[in-house]
């Protein structure tokens, strides 16, 4: 038997997606709602973090550059990076409704909702680092 790397090629699988029900905290119960996200092996997901390495690196030597310690990312640019970590990893969703009314998948709806309800949030980051999801 040989080892075909094709099949285990998880940059493709990741990029193509793994879609998982979200679940309620604490109790696992199931929502109806269901989330497809690209993996962290996904091109698309890397060249996210690339991105934000360049800029983090780069404010980095601005702030040499003027004689200065580069600061520290405020807890609101933090949390700002978590959202944009997430929605980059998010391909659509199914099922989400607020006050009756179907929420189509759109970046600006990601961004909202996982401000909104970061439980939402750390799910789809805990699914996308799931490796054995993208098999």
Known sequence: MKFDLAQHNYTEIAEAGYK?????????????VFITVRGDQSKTVKAFGR???AEFKLREQQAKRRGKEAEDMTLEEAEELSIESAVIRVLGWEGITEKGK???FT??????IFKDFSWIKDQVLEEAGQLLNFR
């Open 51 to 53: 991105k934000k390495y």
């Open 102 to 104: 179907d929420i189509p």
């Open 107 to 112: 970046k600006e709806n990601a961004e909202r």
């Open 20 to 32: 998982f029900e979200l679940k309620l905290p604490g109790t696992g119960e199931g929502t109806g």
